[in-house]
């Protein structure tokens, strides 16, 4: 736009064509003259008046020599002008051409305005200069370069849109010049040279139909604005208006495409860390993402499974038996696009344990719609399914010590009532038939008795009045214990072994209890080696506030469906049992804080584990 | 220090069985004993003539063993109290001699068990 206005508006041109139309019919009418004239005087020469016409051609050849050296001197100083305004519209040029290229050649906004801005002072023969831009609101104009001004006069400058020549020009989106301007009082705190501009030209940075900010340029001295110059700053305006439009584009993408890296790290980084298996394949079944904790739940290295295809996940392959669970679910996000919310499942895991996954899985869609692949996202509860079989073993302990509490002081009572009576008869009795009878009547009430009494101990606190718990050294307790252990219920062919660690800290327990669960143990063990064995204890400090100690066996073991009800009260395999030993030393256990679990292996031995605390818990009743 | 022939107890106990095993004892050991099947019934007797030493259940209904305690040793705390218990917790134990009651017996206890603490607790009187 600016070339096309720019070349028809252009006076240098014409004034070459006039000077050009004046000089050759000039010459060309000078020439004829003489021509004719030499021609007249050479038929005349031979008449005396030679010399005359002589002379006269003579003079006529001087008028037109000196008329021909003033045409050329014209003709030369009108030439030089259209030199002179060729070379300076070449510098021109050159300047607008190097201003286009620091537009296209920088993306930093203000080191292309600082450029444009002195292209833009060298045009307008000016000192000082200043670039504008709308703030946030759009209301208020902000400095965003400035040539020739104090810095305390422009910093935090704002120009409300609509007010001064600056803001209404903005406004209005028109070129104003301003000439003959009025002495300006506040020059010697504005300006670095501290005097009054003359002259100011402000122009919109207008680009795409959109106002991007303001340009002005001001000049000491009255300049005069050709339309060419007007014309070039204007195009210059243009290019700089489309360079910062382009620039902003191009901070606003460069924005996004970091929040775009940061939300993806993130997202990364989230996936990686959280608690939970994710596995992601592609529409072709690759999986392409597979966290650190599905590697850690199904003991695969992540990277191991990067890029196997999910239809791959079959028991026969050794190395991804344990992810063979996933193979169906995913097979049905992928065929049937179904999608499952928490589930269940219960599968084997790596080296064959039981393990509960609980998994949600969902095929994954673009925003049209079309399918991008699964995800399946897992969780091993096992702990937690463990944890709540316990609570509810505990809870249905609680409740049964209630009953057993109430209905063993029911029965007691007469049993007593029972046993004293038959006592009282047979103090009286002569036959001896008769008093062998109520022995008998006296012993089954007395086991009756006995039995009622186990099933007491679950309604009892775990520290019976006079029971307290006391810091307990096991290093010199348990010797003794096991002395007792040995005279009442020991046999010849087993053999008792402590194995403790050096300086073990005590435990918090009752001196009954302790009693009572190291019995029951050992009682258990020399059950299970009819044949003899090696009972060994063993204890050690776990470091966060337990001792734990583990009493083996060389025995039998446990069958495997007697294990999940070993801790069950009235369970028992031995004739004549109550089943209430180790429910009794479990529930005792649990009330203080500690743990006991079970390891057996058929025809190798038993091994209970004990979490005996260091620390007691409070006697709650 | 009261003798102990001629000394009078009363056996509190809603189980028949309980309470004639206890009274042929303690009888046989030189007390005079009545009977009572209740609190109710044994606030009754203590009012017609009261005893020395008041054995009684701690588990009974309508007025239990430590109730029973508290209303007698207002009226008559010189009356001595001994509770009999098939089972209790320590906290029972606990509010027991908070009301009062000089001992108490863990059933099943033997002849010899309840002559012993009744005789103990006649004579620290």
Known sequence: MDDREWSTSSPT???????????????????AIFIAAVIVISSLLSSPVNAVIGGALGFCVLILAAFLTLEWKRYRDQNKGYIDEITDLNLRFGILAD??????????????????????????NSRIGVVLIPDESGKLLQVLSHRGFQEKAVRGLKIPVGKGAVGKAFFTGQTVIRKNLAEDPRAKDTYIEGRSPRSQIIMPLKAKGQMVGMAVTASYDEHEFKPEEVALLSSLCHELAVAMINVDLYQQSQRTMEWLADTQEYTEHFISEMLAGVLVTNNEGDIIYFNREAGDILDIEPKEIIGVNYTDLTEEREKFKPLSFLKPILNLCMKEDRTFRRHELVVDGPRGKRMTINFSAFPLHRAKGERMGASIVFMDISAIKDMESRLRQQDHLSILGQMAAKIAHEVKNPLFAIIGLVDELREDEGDDDRKYLLDMIKKEAALSNQWISGMLSFSKSPFPSGDEPVSIPLQSNI?????????????????????FEESLPPVMLSRDNIRHILFNLLENAVQAMPEGGIITIRAHDTGNGFVEMRVEDTGSGISGENMVSIFEPFFTTKEGGTGLGLSIVQKILLDIGGDIEVRSQEDIGTTFILKLPMRGVSNGG | MADKDGAKLLIVDDNEGVRHLVSRWLE????????AKDGAEAIEKVKEDPPEIILADIRMPKIDGIELARIIKSDYPYIKIILMTAYSSPQTIAQARREGVDDYLEKPFTKDQVEKITLHVLKNE
């Open chain 1, 13 to 31: 041109r014409k004034g070459r064509s006039r000077a050009q139309a004046l000089i050759v019919p000039l010459v060309l009418a000078l020439m």
């Open chain 1, 99 to 124: 201003a286009v290229s620091a537009v296209s050649s920088t993306l930093d906004l203000e080191e292309l305005v600082e450029n444009i801005l002195g292209v833009m002072l060298t045009l307008t």
């Open chain 1, 479 to 499: 010797p003794d214990l096991i002395n007792d252990f040995q005279r009442s219920n020991g046999r010849e062919n087993i053999k008792i072994i402590k194995d």
């Open chain 2, 28 to 35: 046989r050991a030189g007390f005079m004993v009545r009977e």
